[in-house]
């Protein structure tokens, strides 16, 4: 789990915020970053270290350690974030997306 800064530009106005994500390895062993809101109803979902899996603790759904779907009321896995590479660090492009739907789409 890793908090990271979302800085936003509206007009003339500068905001900073803070927003929980998950960084896993996905297929080929290439790092996924992992939004923790949960596609279902947008409760935050902790990491279970017992259970070895996400748990969305307002309707219990479950996710794999790649945030792909395992049970529950959510249509669709974890969402990831755009990432990339700067100077050895990783940028995220951090986004919403509609929930109650099966395919991932941005809200902004």
């Not at 050895?88 to 902004?108: A, H, N």
């Amino acid at each position: 789990m890793r908090t990271i800064q979302i800085e936003q530009i509206d007009g003339w106005r500068k905001t900073i915020s803070e927003k929980v994500v998950y960084i896993t390895k996905g297929q080929q062993n290439q790092l996924r970053v992992l939004t923790s809101i949960c596609p279902h109803l947008g409760c935050t979902v902790p990491w279970n270290k017992e259970k070895k899996q996400f748990i969305c603790p307002c309707h219990g759904g479950t996710f794999s350690a790649d945030g792909s779907r395992v049970s529950g009321p959510s249509q669709r896995g974890m969402d990831a974030l755009q990432t990339s590479v700067q100077d050895g660090q990783l940028l995220v492009r951090f986004q919403y997306f509609r929930q109650l739907v099966p395919d991932k789409e941005i809200v902004g």
